[in-house]
């Protein structure tokens, strides 16, 4: 007799093994049922067997791709570290200020002027010459509080009057404390001498230290796919050669209104000064503004909601980093994770504040000099994970009416109600785009402005004016500011415009998801 060929059918008896060891499981008596519809009898022993079986081949297969896809990122996050330049910056320091609260983290980012890895076809092309020796062109605090969520980026200009350490010098011999520059501090002995410059006139604990130089900058604004800016004037800055031999000037020009910018393009606009009466505090406003649109610009293309695509944004830029030596796996990961879905909403920036005016110290030129009751207070707040906006703090509108173009839409079954309220707001100096009906679905009983990233400023303002209206931030408005009303809509009342910008005080800070414009 030989076994059937489909393998249902019984083996035989001299290869059967006793009922406890076979592991297809106990043979069901070979007297059945009889009648139609009749089927094997199914035991509450053998169904949970069954499902414990069940269960564990899912547990392992899950097991196994976990495992898999733990070892591959681990992996693939070695590689970007093995591409990353470490350097000591923590060892020797002495007198380091405390660690504040546990679970934050503060890390200090440079922008250096390094030509590393450029070709002479690509120094040309960006305009940036050739190596001068080690100056560090942008300095910002980073501070991420415990739990993530929100981030704190405060800009430090380079002309800043601050004391320098003692500390060695190159050969060895130790230089007494001194007032200079801050970006002297990086020219005199590179990352550990800043770390500790800033640490010691901060009195924050750097946890790490992140510097990129032009090709990393260039790299990181291609791999996005370009950058828009927004000048309200046209910018020239042409390349022209100083009486050092040396070449200053950007190369920029741009035209007034929105421009969209690749990697070289963009490392011409954030380095820009010599056009601007204001020179390093105008340029870092810029930076900071250019900071919030690529910020913008990694939400829309999904890079803050997607750790992989976030990862292989580090490793277009890896060869051009310079960390920490504790700046490891693990740091990565949870650098990442709390960038992972951060809203530009809840990134802070802001300029150290700053006394009116400059003064010149001789020999090392101009400076400036950080306010000494605010710039303590803002350093003892990040220290102490104080927020800088409390919750609920009403904003400042800071755009005029007259800048703004909106489309009033009606929710309500009322006839004519949104070309009334296009007549309120036209009589404040708003402009209308358009008047029509609210999109099917909206409320009806309460007036909702809806807003684009790239209008948070203007949504205020608009939100001023219309008493009980709700400000309501759509990713996927772009630009767009729409106005949808309901029946709580009774008129317009005037709004208090209040000039932008810091003047030397500590303003409120601007958000990363604010209008690019403005």
Request: hydrophobic share 35%; charged share 20%; aromatic share 6%.
């Amino acid at each position: 007799m030989t076994e059937p060929e489909d393998g249902n059918g019984p083996a035989p008896a001299e290869r059967r093994l006793p009922p406890e060891l076979d592991p297809r499981g106990p043979r069901p008596s070979a007297t059945r049922p009889k009648g139609p519809g009749s089927a094997r009898p199914k035991t509450a022993k053998s169904a949970r067997s069954r499902r414990k079986r069940i269960l564990t081949w899912v547990a392992a297969i899950v097991a196994g791709v976990v495992l898999v896809t733990s070892v591959t990122s681990w992996a693939f996050l070695q590689h970007l570290l093995n591409n990353i330049t470490h350097t000591d910056v923590f060892g020797g320091l002495q007198d380091r200020p405390g660690g504040g609260v546990k679970g934050d983290l503060n890390i200090l980012l440079v922008g250096s002027d390094s030509r590393s890895g450029l070709t002479d076809a690509q120094k040309k092309e960006f305009h940036v010459g050739h190596d001068v020796g080690r100056r560090s062109d942008t300095m910002i605090l980073l501070h991420i509080p415990r739990g993530g969520g929100r981030a704190v980026l405060v800009s430090l200009p380079r002309d800043s009057l601050v004391t320098i350490p003692r500390h060695r010098d190159a050969s060895g011999h130790w230089v007494p404390a001194a007032q200079n520059k801050l970006n002297t501090s990086y020219s005199f002995g590179g990352p550990k001498l800043t770390v500790n410059t800033i640490e010691y006139n901060t009195h924050v604990r750097i946890d790490h230290y992140i510097e990129v130089n032009f090709l990393g900058f260039v790299n990181i604004v291609n791999a996005l796919g370009g950058v828009t800016v927004c000048t309200p004037t046209p910018i020239h800055d042409p390349v022209h050669r100083l009486p050092t031999g040396g070449f200053g000037g950007s190369g920029l020009e741009l035209p007034a209104g929105k421009s969209e910018l690749n990697g070289a393009r963009a490392l011409e606009y954030v380095r820009a000064r010599e056009f601007d009466p204001s020179a390093d505090l105008g340029r870092i406003q810029r930076q900071q503004k250019f900071l919030a649109a690529m910020m913008q610009k990694a939400q829309s293309a999904g890079l803050l909601i997607n750790l992989p695509r976030l990862y292989s944004l580090i490793g277009a830029v890896g060869k051009s980093l310079t960390t920490d030596n504790n700046f490891g796996v693990k740091q990565l990961k949870d650098l990442a994770s709390n960038l992972h879905n951060m809203s530009p909403a809840h990134v802070e920036m802001l300029t150290v504040p700053l006394e009116p005016g400059s003064f010149n110290m001789g020999a090392i030129g101009n400076v400036v000099k950080w306010d000494p009751a605010k710039s303590k207070r803002l350093f003892h707040d990040l220290t102490e994970d104080i927020p800088l906006t409390k919750p609920g703090k009403k904003s400042k509108v800071t755009i005029a009416p007259g800048s703004i173009s909106v489309e009033v839409l009606n929710s309500t079954s009322k006839n004519g109600f949104a070309a009334t309220a296009a007549d309120d707001l036209a009589r404040m100096g708003f402009r209308i785009s358009r008047t029509g009906n609210s999109p099917k679905g909206s409320d009806p009983s309460h007036t909702i402005i809806r807003y684009g990233p790239e209008r948070a400023d203007s949504a205020k303002t608009v939100a001023a004016a219309i008493p009980g209206a709700t400000l309501k931030l759509d990713s996927s408005f772009g630009s767009g500011l729409q106005v949808q009303l309901g029946s709580n809509y009774s008129g317009v009342q005037p709004v208090h415009v209040v000039a932008g910008g810091q003047s030397g005080s500590l303003a409120s800070p601007r958000t990363a998801a604010q209008d690019i414009c403005t």
